[in-house]
């Protein structure tokens, strides 16, 4: 079993920054896959971020070039650098972990074994 527990949420302007983290523990050695999904009232999540286990990143196209996505593996640690940040950005930011990896169907739910409980993130205008 994997515990993610999130952090760095807050509220921002719009332009401002914020850094999200994410703590695994318990048994992170079995992790292959970490993302970040957020979600607003009323829609399903969607994928911002994702790293598999070489470090390659992977974006959706609503956040390249803005947010970015990194992993510390020994301190079990992912983490999104969000720049530039604009009012459609606010969200409830989940950490996601999977036992697998698929650079093609990142953005999918299913692949995720573990989630955390979230992050508040607003952006004000």
């Known amino acids: 079993q994997v515990q993610l527990v999130e952090s760095g949420g807050g509220s921002v302007q719009a332009g401002g920054s914020l850094k999200l983290s994410c703590a695994a523990s318990?048994?992170?050695?079995?992790?292959?896959?970490m993302a970040w999904f957020r979600q607003t009232p009323g829609t399903g999540p969607e994928g911002v971020a994702a790293?598999?286990?070489?470090?390659?990143?992977m974006y959706a196209n609503s956040v390249k070039g803005r947010f970015t996505i990194s992993r510390e593996n020994a301190k079990n640690t992912l983490n999104l650098q969000m720049n530039s940040l604009k009012p459609e950005d606010t969200a409830m930011y989940y950490c996601?972990?999977?036992?697998?990896?698929?650079?093609?169907?990142?953005?999918?739910?299913?692949?995720?074994?573990?989630w955390g409980q979230g992050t508040q993130v607003t952006v004000s205008s």
């Open positions: 996601a972990a999977s036992t697998y990896c698929s650079d093609t169907y990142w953005d999918r739910l299913g692949w995720y074994n573990y």
């Open positions: 790293i598999n286990s070489l470090g390659t990143p």
């Open positions: 318990g048994d992170p050695g079995s992790i292959r896959c």
